[in-house]
């Protein structure tokens, strides 16, 4: 019997698998296409941005910042931090903290993140401002002259590179002192900016920091006690300088048409708005780049015949080009569109020579 038994088990294990069950064809259905989400209004964005925004506090005035890591990591500006004593940052519940480290400065770039000593804070996804668009959506949120929670919304108006290392947004939502520092958001609530500046000349001419910046600067934090970076650091003074702006003839503005001399100046304008807050909080290099990019700039978009401005701005390049030092190259450059915007300031009030 056991012999039989141990036979058949042999057989058994021997023997062909048996064919599988055919099973009933199916016809597959496809995937039903997914729902792109919709983009976010702009009170959306306010009620998911608000909490993440805080305002950041020194002893003689306020910016703007917000929470870029939910351990208390806080994004602003490089001038809002730099040549104060005390920093707070104050959360959107009202809570004071004072900050404990710098964790990264990028002054080229007008860019700061410190530290607080709290956790588990909402915090903002960092965008993709590569990707940004003039013509795409934009809402600045910030604390603008200590009002709290301040919403403004608009458009990309220009993507503006004033240097190889450095592109400014243009934007036409209105962002008022105290917000400095504060996000820029696209439709999906990530943050694509900064807001760095605003133009006092013209109506909503208003700045930011590309996000990419502040992107690099989070992946290679260096962290630096707070009593250690305000022992380091004191407020450089703004050193002073022989002007010598050039006093042109209204006639060097022969052959430029009122779209060039209307150019000339929102170009010079908006240069010096962006650079002569970089220059006096001591970010000497980054405003005379700022300044040499547009000078640049506007040259070659300056008509064929508008020779006399091309010349002036060629001439500010020149002198700023015999030095190494950003603070004179920087003041060079100044003196060449104070001249240029003198003479063209003269030709409309027909002021005589």
């Known amino acids: 019997m056991r012999t039989l038994l141990g036979l058949a088990g042999l057989l058994l294990a021997c023997a062909p698998a048996p064919a599988p069950i055919a099973q009933p064809k199916t016809t597959a259905s496809a995937p039903a296409p997914k729902k792109a989400p919709r983009p976010l209004t702009t009170a959306d964005l306010a009620a998911l941005a608000t909490p993440k925004v805080v305002t950041v506090r020194r002893e003689e005035g306020l910016g ?33 903290h004072a900050v404990k480290e710098v964790l990264a400065i990028d002054r080229d770039h007008d860019l700061a993140i410190v530290r607080i000593d709290k956790v588990g804070l ?3 996804v960092i965008g993709d401002s590569k990707a940004v668009r003039p013509g795409d959506p ?24 004033v ?12 962002i008022a002192p105290g917000s400095s520092g504060g996000p820029l958001l696209d439709d999906k609530g990530r943050v694509i900016g900064i807001a760095m500046a605003v133009s006092r000349e013209g109506q909503n001419l208003n700045f930011g920091i590309p996000s990419e910046y502040l ?51 929102q170009m010079l304008t908006e240069a ?28 070659r978009r300056l008509g064929a015949g508008c ?5 002036a701005l060629a001439e500010g390049r020149r002198k700023a080009s015999l030095h190494s030092d950003p603070v004179p190259q920087a003041w060079a450059m100044r003196d060449s569109f104070d001249g240029l915007l003198d003479v063209i300031l003269r030709k409309f009030k027909n002021s005589p020579e």
């Open 64 to 96: 703007s910042g917000f929470v870029v890591k939910q351990n208390g990591w806080i994004a602003t500006n490089a001038h809002v931090i730099d040549g104060a004593e005390e920093l707070v940052v104050v959360l959107a519940d009202g809570s004071e």
């Open 122 to 124: 909402p915090a903002f």
């Open 138 to 161: 934009v809402v600045a949120i910030g604390h603008p002259l200590g009002l709290r929670d301040t919403v403004s919304n608009g458009l990309i108006s220009a993507v503006r590179v």
């Open 163 to 174: 240097h190889p290392t450095l592109s400014v947004l243009q934007i036409s939502a209105p």
């Open 215 to 265: 992107a690099a600067i989070m992946k290679k934090p260096s962290p630096k006690p707070w009593r250690e970076f305000v022992a380091e650091q004191a407020r450089p003074a703004v050193p002073s300088t022989l002007r010598d702006v050039p006093h042109h003839h209204v006639s060097m503005l022969n052959g430029c048409g009122d779209g060039d001399l209307k150019l000339v100046v």
């Open 272 to 299: 010096i708005e962006v650079g002569a807050p970089l220059f006096n909080a001591g970010n000497f290099a980054a405003c005379y780049h700022v300044y040499d990019g547009a000078s640049a700039d506007l040259q």
């Open 307 to 311: 020779t006399g401005p091309k010349r």
